[in-house]
């Protein structure tokens, strides 16, 4: 017996029901206009009894692999620290479903449109430091971390090498993987992958639910120049680099953003 | 002593009716469009549609305006606490195709131009400013904005040809608060209730029905943050000359390239 004629009546609405859920789950948009907020959602369902205040139920995001985990706060003391060698396995990166790359690109440019993001990035750890910066002692629940033989060490987002006096404040080495995402952290999504980005260094999350310092993304926009970023300018246009990446300013959703290019 | 008590009773009874007779003076007439157009389980009162409507009639009908503000709006960080995040907004219209908006604060400042072809942001802080070709009416310049470019133009129900369908497009529910200041001047409270967002309107109280505060409640988001404004104040006055809407570069500003938004796969 041929089941085509029996399933073709459904596989229509089962596709168009599959793909009305997928579209559900992009996160809304926060406008600040009713305009700008009723296109982002979908058409309106008939009017219903009035629903009274107690029984709206906000709706509460489930953490997702790819979301930001919640920071847990560190408090080892310095002579307790905890040493990770980090295999080298760049490939084996977690691959996050396309319908969870679309909400991060969907959540990505709607934190970017609101254009908050100079006044956010003075409230995190990492905004007070930049490369060569030298200091005595290293803050309290720092983490050691071993790669390639060699011990860095690393908190909030900064991570630092043996200095000669204490310690200096370093460029992310990649292939460092830390077990949580530095605070403030953005969204970047580049093709089918989603990538965090936070003090100038490109984070992926790993099957473990670690994430690993890459190498910046050709084509990744972000909101925020790397600490310690110089202005370049090529033939009459403006770039900035840092650690050899070149960012053109370009403008996306509204406020200026950047991203990165080839070498001029 | 009955008497009396009587008397009083009497007394108490005409001054609210006064009362009550004076507020109704300061609200324009229901029209019958407005009260066939209730739902039948009455969950939009004719009273606050009607002052909504007479808001956005008296915004739809000046030829140009211009207000000033602030916003407020509401982000969660990390931690899940709300931090609200203010700016000070200018915009100026002139119908049907010229807007001009202005939003600033000591880390941000970017401006917008449309003159019927072109939209032009400024970012005041890099002296960068880009370019997009756009439709020649308001409002499709706005939903292009909007769809093709992820741009979020606060306070943009002002603009538009039709304030009044724009905000009741989704509504569901609308309700009437009675009288609260607003930065000292009395104003009617409204709210309104949609699937997407909730939203709360205060239109003053008097002859001109102008718009003093607008509250969006991003209800669906954790936390519900909330986008918040004041207008602290109104010029209805023709004064904008067209060259107002046309983009001048400043000295030394650099073009740059402007994105369209990313779509979902």
């Known amino acids: 017996m041929k089941l085509f004629p029996i399933l073709r009546p459904v596989a229509l609405p089962v596709s168009i029901l599959t793909v009305c859920a997928l ?72 691959q996050p479903a396309p319908e969870q790359v679309d909400r991060a690109r969907a959540e990505a440019a709607d934190t970017r449109r609101q254009d908050i993001a100079p006044e956010r990035q003075q409230s995190y750890f990492w905004s007070d430091y930049h490369r060569g910066m030298n200091i005595d002692r290293l803050p309290g629940g720092y983490r050691r971390i071993g790669l390639r033989g060699h011990n860095y060490f690393y908190f909030g987002g900064v991570f630092y090498d043996n200095g000669p006096s204490g310690y200096v404040v370093i460029a992310p080495p990649v292939d460092a993987e830390i077990p949580d995402l530095p605070p403030g952290a953005e969204t970047v999504v580049v093709g089918s992958s989603i990538y965090y980005y936070a003090a100038g260094a490109f984070y992926l999350q790993q099957p473990d639910g670690g994430y690993l310092v890459v190498a910046p993304p050709m084509g990744a926009v972000v909101s925020l120049l790397p600490p310690d970023a110089t202005e370049s300018d090529v033939n009459g246009i403006a770039y900035y680099v840092a650690d050899g990446v070149y960012y053109l300013p370009v403008m996306q959703n509204g406020v200026t953003a950047f991203e990165i290019v080839p070498q001029p | 002593m009955k008497l009396l008590f009587s008397i009083a009773n009497g007394l108490l009874l005409m001054f609210a009716g006064c009362a009550t007779a004076q507020e109704q003076t300061n609200v324009p007439p229901a029209t019958s469009d407005t009260v066939a157009s209730t739902s039948t389980d009455n969950t939009l009162l004719p009273r606050a549609e009607t002052l909504l409507h007479s808001a956005c009639d008296f915004l739809a009908q000046a030829p140009a305006f211009s207000f000033k503000g602030e916003t407020w709006r509401e982000h969660l960080n990390d931690e899940g606490q709300k931090i609200q995040f203010s700016r000070s907004v200018e915009m100026d219209v002139k119908r049907p195709d010229g807007l001009r908006l202005e939003i600033s604060s000591p880390s941000s400042e970017r401006c917008f131009w449309y003159d019927g072809k072109t939209l032009t942001i400024l970012d005041r802080t890099h002296n960068w400013y880009s370019t997009a070709a756009m439709p020649p009416t308001l409002d499709d310049a706005i939903d292009s904005a909007r769809d093709d470019y992820g741009i979020d133009l606060p306070l943009i129900d002002f603009a538009v040809s039709d304030p009044y369908t724009n905000a009741i497009a989704k509504v569901e529910s609308a309700k009437y608060y009675g009288i609260g200041p607003v930065l000292g001047v009395p104003c009617y409270h409204l709210a309104f209730a949609q699937q997407n967002v909730d939203w709360q309107i205060w239109i003053e109280v008097g002859p001109q029905p102008l718009i003093r505060k607008f509250v969006i409640t991003h209800k669906n988001d954790p936390g519900q943050p909330e986008f918040t404004a004041f207008i602290t104040s109104w010029d209805l006055t023709d004064r904008i000359a067209d060259s107002d809407f046309v983009f001048t570069a400043p000295v030394s500003a650099s073009k740059i390239e402007m994105r369209k938004e990313q779509s979902a796969h």
Not at chain 1, 52 to 78: F, G, H, L, V
Request: glycine letters at 4%.
């Open chain 1, 23 to 94: 579209c559900y789950n992009l996160p809304a948009a926060e406008y600040g206009s009713l305009r700008g907020n009723n296109r982002s959602s979908g058409p309106s369902q008939p009017a219903q009894h009035q629903q009274p205040q107690e029984s709206r139920q906000p709706e509460i995001r489930q953490p997702q692999p790819e979301a930001r985990p919640e920071q847990r706060p560190e408090q080892r003391p310095q002579d307790h620290p905890e040493q990770r060698e980090v295999p080298q396995r760049p490939d084996e990166h977690f």
